[in-house]
C-alpha cells in the first residue's frame, strides 16, 4: 500500500470514528500532496510523499519553537501533536550511531577530508538517509567527523 492509499485509508478511518484532530490533520496533507500533483500534473511517487511529510514535520517543529518562545503552550501543545501524529507516516527513524555509520561510510566512499569537502559528502549521504533521518542531525555528524 501506498503512502497516499495509507493516508486515504487512515481519513476514512478517521472519519468513522469522528477523530476531528486526525481527520484535519490528514487533511492538510492531502491538499498539500494535492496542490503539488496539481503543479506537476501527475501523481506523486511515495519518495515524493515522504519529502512533503518530511517538510511538514519540519515546518510544525519551527512552528513550534516560535509558538513556546511567545508563551503560547495551547497552539504549541496542537502542534507538538500534528508533528508527532504525521512522523507515524515516515519510516523507522535512524539512530545518532546509525547515522555516524552512514557518515563514516559516505566520508570513505568519496574520499572527502575536510569541511571544503561538505558539499559533496551532504549530496552523496541525503539520498542514503531520505526520509529515516533529519537533516540537522546528519549535518552535525558529518561536521563533528570531518573535524
Do not use: C
Amino acid at each position: 500500500m501506498s503512502l497516499s492509499e495509507r493516508l486515504n485509508e487512515d481519513m476514512k478511518q478517521a472519519m468513522k470514528s469522528q477523530d476531528k484532530f486526525k481527520l484535519s490533520t490528514i487533511r492538510l496533507i492531502r491538499a498539500t500532496i494535492k496542490n503539488l500533483e496539481i503543479d506537476l500534473k501527475r501523481t506523486l511517487n511515495d519518495n515524493e510523499v515522504l519529502d512533503i511529510l518530511s517538510r511538514e514535520i519540519k515546518q510544525r517543529k519551527d512552528a513550534l519553537q516560535e509558538f513556546t518562545k511567545a508563551g503560547r503552550e495551547d497552539l504549541a501543545d496542537k502542534v507538538k501533536a500534528e508533528a508527532e501524529f504525521i512522523a507515524e507516516y515516515l519510516p523507522q527513524q535512524l539512530t545518532e550511531e546509525e547515522i555516524k555509520v552512514i557518515v563514516q561510510q559516505t566520508i570513505q566512499e568519496t574520499g572527502a577530508s575536510s569541511k571544503a569537502d561538505m558539499g559533496k559528502i551532504m549530496s552523496a549521504l541525503m539520498p542514503k538517509v531520505k526520509g529515516r533521518a533529519d537533516g540537522k542531525l546528519v549535518n552535525q555528524a558529518v561536521q563533528e567527523l570531518l573535524q
